[in-house]
């Protein structure tokens, strides 16, 4: 069941991510759904701390990974967006 939920928990923050890089426009708001899955994941579902640890560092990962490679964000407009 913990593994269940970690795959639907990362299925979901992928899927926020690609909304992110369909869009092209890094002024919308999605990524705060990606903090809404996060929050989720360490507080509401009462999956164990090291499956949490890993979702979570999975989807920041992507995000980075995806805000460098692919929609080429500036450092400065990045860190204010990570601050979030």
Do not use: E, N, W
């Not at 999956?47 to 080429?72: D, E, N, V």
């Amino acid at each position: 069941m913990q593994l269940l939920f970690s795959v639907a928990l990362i299925v979901a923050g992928l899927m926020i991510i690609l909304m992110i890089c369909l869009v092209k426009d890094p002024t919308h708001g999605y990524y705060a759904g990606l903090t809404v899955v996060l929050l989720y994941s360490y507080v509401a579902v009462g999956i164990r701390f090291r499956y949490t640890l890993i979702i979570g560092s999975i989807l920041i990962g992507a995000y980075f990974l995806s805000s460098f490679l692919y929609l080429l964000l500036k450092k400065v407009f990045l860190l204010v967006m990570s601050f979030f």
